[in-house]
T-cell receptor, first 110, second 113 residues
């Protein structure tokens, strides 16, 4: 399967701490995207990083991509209770499909 | 519209019945995706539409599943003779073109009793 795998499956931190979650995938990609899903809702796009990029920032989000290791990480700095959600990576391997991982469930404790 | 709209938001049906799930994509978006998400799982790709091209149906799990997209806009996912294992949240997403950011609807939660 080309599906990405997020790690850890679940993460619980205190408000104000940083949260790091990782994504590994199996095949070469064109780009990798991170999405967020609040309970009972659809997914919301956070950030896209292309295969020729190594790092990208957006507000409190920092994404890195290591194509040699076929992995990406999402860092959320200064976390807030409102960041509580599931986070998914999605890889574009050049076909019609995007492959979504199984997600990391993040809980930020106020 | 402002975003991707899916209806109904919840559907409870009896095993063996047919169901239709509807997706209204963002106006002007040529690409439309259907996914299935089982409890606590990731997204399983079902089908992809791009403009007037033939859809990519490679993710449909069985011939009980079908989808169409009329006029390049609204899409309907049909599940015939529903089974209990079809219970899941069905998510629709659209994007301005292939390989771009996907905008998701809130999903239809299907429960097959």
């Amino acid at each position: 399967s080309q599906q990405g795998e997020e790690d850890p499956q679940a993460l619980s931190i205190q408000e104000g701490e940083n949260a790091t979650m990782n994504c590994s995938y199996k095949t070469s990609i064109n780009n990798l995207q991170w999405y967020r899903q609040n309970s009972g809702r659809g997914l919301v796009h956070l950030i896209l990083i292309r295969s020729n990029e190594r790092e990208k920032h957006s507000g409190r989000l920092r994404v890195t991509l290591d194509t040699s290791k076929k992995s990406s990480s999402l860092l959320i700095t200064a976390s807030r209770a409102a960041d509580t959600a599931s986070y998914f990576c999605a890889t574009d391997a050049g076909l019609n499909q995007f492959y979504f991982g199984t997600g990391t469930s993040l809980t930020v404790i106020p | 519209g402002a975003g991707v709209s899916q209806s109904p938001s919840n559907k409870v049906t009896e095993k063996g019945k047919d169901v239709e799930l509807r997706c209204d994509p963002i106006s002007g978006h040529t690409a439309l995706y259907w996914y299935r998400q089982s409890l606590g799982q990731g997204l399983e790709f079902l089908i992809y539409f791009q403009g007037n091209s033939a859809p990519d149906k490679s993710g449909l799990p069985s011939d009980r599943f079908s989808a169409e997209r009329t006029g390049g806009s609204v899409s309907t996912l049909t599940i015939q003779r529903t089974q209990q294992e079809d219970s899941a949240v069905y998510l629709c997403a659209s994007s301005i073109s292939n390989k771009n950011i996907q905008y998701f609807g809130a999903g239809t939660r299907l429960s097959v009793l």
